[in-house]
Every structure is written in C-alpha cells, then in structure tokens.
C-alpha cells in the first residue's frame, strides 16, 4: 500500500508523484474537518491521517478494534497498534464499538477497500470466482465492511482500477453498494447512503443519483476517458461535467511522505 | 477458582482433540504462546474460532490441528493473505478445513449471546449481502431473520457461541487467579463468559493488581487455569510490556507462503526447545524479538 519511494527519489522533479500518492491525496479531500470517519487498515488509513495532518485536524477517527477519536502520528500497520490505543479519545470494546458507535448510524464516513467492486457499488472481499466452496482465490472476508457499508451515513471506497477489480457484477457481495440499482438500499432496509465516491488510481467515480450506477467524474492529469474505459468491466458512464482533479499539492505530499517516513 | 498453573499443563486439561476453540484477542493480547502449545501438543479436529483468524490461526490451520473455523476476517494484518489459510481452502492441504464465515459485527453479537446466556443475538446486518445465504457449519443456515415483537420490525438473528474452551492473554493476573487486561480490550471478556472452560495466560502474576484505566477484570472465579507466559503475545504485544513486531507479520508472508519452509518452521516450532519467534526471526535477519 505505500508509496513508492524508489520511484518519487529516481526523478529530480519535486512536483513528482506516484498514482498512490495521487488516490491518498484524492481520498484525503474527500474528508471534512470535523466529521467521523471509520477507517480502515491501509490506503484508507493513510488517507485519513493525511486528511487530518492537514486540511481535517479534528476529523475524528474511529479504528473497528474500539479506539474512537485515534491520533497516530505514523500509520499503524494493523487497525489494533499501540498507538491508536493510547491516542485515542475512548477505547471500547469489539462488540460496543459495532453495537453502540456503528450500528445506530453515528459514524459519517465508513472508508473501505476492495478486491472487486461493480458498477452499482457492490465489495467483495469474500472469494474471487463462482463457486464460493471451490473458490479461486480465497480473500480474507468481511470483517467490519457489511455493517459499515449498511450503517455509515455515507461510504467512500479507495481501490485500484483494473479489468480484475472493476467488474460488471462482483463474484460475491460481502458489502452491499447499491445492490440491485434504485431502491435496493431501502428495500433492504440499510440506513446509511452507500457509496458516495469511489476513488482510484485512475480518478473518481460517484454514482449516478438516478441509476446509482458509478460514473466517471473525474480524472488525474493525463489519464484519458479511454485509459479509464480499458480498466473498467463495464460500459463506463461518463459524467458531462468530468473533472481533471488536481495534482497533490506540495504541502499533501510533504505530508504524506512524512507519515510514512515515521511509519518505517 | 483459577488454578495457576503451567501453559503446558493448562493446554493438556483444557484443550482436547475435536474440542471447539475460541482465541481471542483483538489486533492486541493475541494468545501466540498458547496457540503454539496447542501446536506443540499436536491437538487434532479443532473447531477453531476468531474473529480474525490472523497469524495465529495459520500457524495451527497449516499445522493440521484444525478442520472446521469460524470466523470473519482471515488476513494477515496490512501485510496480507493468510497462506497456510488459503492453502487448506484453495486445496485442502493439510487437509480440508470447513468454513463458517461471518461479519466482525455478527461474531461480536454471537459471543454477547453466548456470554448473555440466551441462544441468539439481534442486530442490523448483513442485509443483501452473500453471507446472508451461506451455512453453518452444521449445514443449517447461519444467518436468519427474527421480527420484532414491539415494532414488527424484521431483524437479524446470529445464533450464540459457546466455545468449549476460551483462550485469552492478559498483561496480568494476581495470585488468586483474578485477570487484568487493558488497551484494546476486543472481544476477551465476551469469550471467556461464553466458553465452557477458559485458559488465560498473563504476562505476570503479581501480588496485587493495580488499577489501570479502561482495564477489564475477570474473577478468578469465571477462569480456569492462569499460566504465567510473559511475552506470550509476541509478535503482536501487550501494552505496556511490549510493542507489536511489525517484522515478524511481513516475515510470516515469506515463511507461511511455500508448504516446504512452513514445515521446516513448523519442526522448529513443535521440537525446537525455547521457541521459535526467533527461530522465525532469524530466518529473516533478526526479525525477531
């Protein structure tokens, strides 16, 4: 999940940076100073700390191993380091953090990984193929993402685009998107939002408020529509208002790179 | 009472071939030392059930002590997949290993109602999601609905755990056998109350325990055996004894990723005399402790 060092070092160009540097910076932004945020190991954790080392200092960070209102200075390589325990606001136990903290929508933003992802928004983390008994690849499963997916007020989903994660249907839903389409979210009777971007390496997608189908409204500089269609398992949907979003700015990068730097 | 005795003779009374076996320990207080007794001890036909069934668990799925799991994440933290995990789904090796699969959410509610004494626990989830429609491990569906008898509401219902043995690790515990952990404090508590006999081993026995802030307390009177293992975590931690080993989780990947190397940690592991987190260690240039 980090960032390359070898490749930001092998160039003389300050303003250089790697596609992850890019996705963390994008993630980053997607978060308001103030909000709570539950967080997720890796690429989303990076992020959430970025957020609040710079523009988000009181964004509130919740780890699902209980510690609410977290304050790492370094990334924690697991969502239960030392760290996050003695930064922490309060520190709950497994059960009260999902029955008290998610379940009754307190929490804003649920920020998750995936291994695939399909265009209504649907994560699995569960088996890669058809047959869940005789699974091509086994993936670690749900953990907390069912329930953050459900219960957060909204979802934002950081994963690396290609044709093996963006995929018209996901082999198996461990996290409910948008299900089926418009009004599966409310015939199943889960009460966040669901997915409100979908952030990759490539730009960002945000779902299309009448078909809840992921459009692509934004793109790095000097990624084309195309480059994102190639990478996509779907006819992709493109917004008329597409983007290009901005480049991280020196101060996110100084930033970041800081963060990993004492993670080391 | 707690009897305070050795971690081997707490394994040999507790732990038996075919039993179902709850280690617990959230990121944080994860029972490494008991697990690789069981090892040791060469336990058989385990239901072994966790949370997240990390490093801990691949150790004694490739091991072969375990053919049934029951579980919700089963990853290597930030490192990533559990190899000897995915040899035995992917291809059954050691030998078949039996899933039953769950959100965190629904294990946590599963051990409430086990320590709650009633038979099921309600909660929102895993509305339209595919575990929805996945089996127990006794062939039933895991997962039902039940409806709210003041609302109608309709609910999810998880059915409770009651392991036959918990097992935990606590950074301390007195004479009499009463336990003390603190920091990240998971699902311990939940475990022990829902088994029918638990182990917790501790970092020290001392005189007296001081109080610690957001410490959890377990009377001696709810815990079967006490065995003194310090350092027993390694390589997650104990806070304030230890820090978690970050290394040994990356060298894990390397060790647990080819059966060949595995089986040569695992002779190490189960002869070796004194341990093998720096056997584990060493084979990686000093990862270890």
Redesign the interface.
Known sequence: ?NATPAAVSATHDPAAFTADEMMTACAARALHDGMTCFVG??LPSAAANLARATHAPNLVLIY????IGAKPDRL???????I???TADA?V???EI??YW??PGRIGIGFLGAAQIDKFGNINT?VVGPD?AR????L????????IA??CREVIVVVRQSRRSFVDRVD?????GF?DGPG?RER????GAGPRKVITDLGILEPDPATCELTLTGLYPGVTVADAAAKTGWQLAVSDSLEVLEPPTAAELTALRQLHSRSQ | MAEIVSLADAVARAVHDGDSVAMEGFTHLIPFAAGREVIRQRRRDLTLIRMTPDVLYDQLIGAGCASRLIFSWGGNPGVGSLHRFRDAVENAWPGPLQLEEHSHAGMANRYVAGASGVPFAILRGYSGTGLEGLPGLDGQPAIRSVTCPFTGERLTAVAALNPDVAIIHAQRADRAGNVQLWGITGVQKEAVLSAQRSIATVEEIVDELRPEPGAVVLPSWVVDYVAAAPGGAQPSYALGYSARDNDYYQAWDAISRDRERFSRWLADEVDGETGSLAGAGAAEGGCGA
């Open positions: 999940m190991i890796g699902e191993s209980g510690t924690p390589l697991s969502i239960g380091d030392g996050l325990a003695e520190v136990s497994v059960p999902f029955n998610l379940q569960t869940y699974p091509a690849v086994r670690p499963g749900a953990g907390g993402a069912p329930e459900a219960s198996f839903v461990t996290s409910v299900g599966s199943l009777g889960l009460a």
